[in-house]
């Protein structure tokens, strides 16, 4: 896979280096992105192991093409493991949000389908994500919208269940995380994927997070939201959204994770099926 130049990211759990390899045919290069699982302070070289392996497991036997293609995991000459992925030279959402200020609406209904057609399929594979955030949906150069990082996914269902397992803990992504992970108790996280979409979509549409914390009292802009999405003139920020999504987003984000819609409940709808996507992604 040729050899590591720039570090292109960092989180809690490794650092993502871009890869460069020379065509065999001599005819320009090949770019792979690798991550680079870092020992965390008590681990043992088998905990380790295991944490490596299962991030790869689940990744690699994941494929569509809003889903980052993992190609492969080995040892570096130090010892470290190191997942070989497709490199995206788009960045991520986060950095094109920045930039932007905001999307038009048209764009981010276009990548909120995208996000939501690699979500159904990450879901119908028995897994939930448990750690979508901008930063984590990567972007090829032509508009493809890739779902990445699953250091925090869990496998919720096994090919031969019906039941979805409930998951527990909650990673360091306000405003991102739903309600229901701060009540101390085991919860849905097909559900909870399904609300950090809701919140990355308003993002996209408003340049900005409406709430830091979901939490009610704690947080009296997540506070507001509670009660305005319950009075007839509804939250400003989502009644001002095309007409034919106010009742989805809705639904997405609604407190409650047994009445919230899923993943292919929202591309079953009439405004997700009448989202029209880019070239690019047209095929997803």
Sequence with gaps: YGKCREAVGRGAFGIVLVSC???????????????????????????YMRRSMAEFCVSSALSHPNVIRTLDLLKDAKGDYC???????????????????????????????????????????????????????????????????????????????????MVSGIPDSDPYVAPEEYTGEEFDGLAVDVWACGVIYLAMITGRSLWRTAKKGEDASYARYLEERRQQEGFGPIEWLPGVN?????????????????ASHVLRSEWGREIKLCK?????
């Excluded at 764009?107 to 994500?129: N, S, T």
């Excluded at 690019?280 to 997803?284: I, K, M, T, V």
Aim: proline content about 3%; hydrophobic content about 35%.
């Design 21 to 47: 390899k020379k065509k065999e045919n001599g005819a320009g290069e090949e770019l792979y992105a690798v991550k680079k699982f870092q020992r965390q302070p008590k681990e043992t070289e088998r905990m």
């Design 83 to 165: 997942e070989v992925m497709e490199f995206c030279t788009g960045g991520d959402l986060r950095g094109l949000v920045r930039s932007a200020g905001k999307l038009k609406w048209q764009e981010a209904d276009c990548f909120f389908k995208q996000m939501m057609r690699g979500v159904e399929h990450i879901h119908e594979m028995g897994v939930a994500h448990l750690d979508l955030k901008p930063e984590n949906l990567l972007l090829t150069g032509d508009g493809l919208l890739k779902i990445s990082d699953f250091g925090h996914s869990e496998c919720v269902r096994l090919a031969c269940e019906e039941d979805v397992h």
């Design 246 to 262: 106010v009742n989805i987003i809705y639904c997405i984000l609604d407190p409650n994770p047994s009445r919230r819609i899923t």
């Design 280 to 284: 690019a992604s047209e095929g997803s």
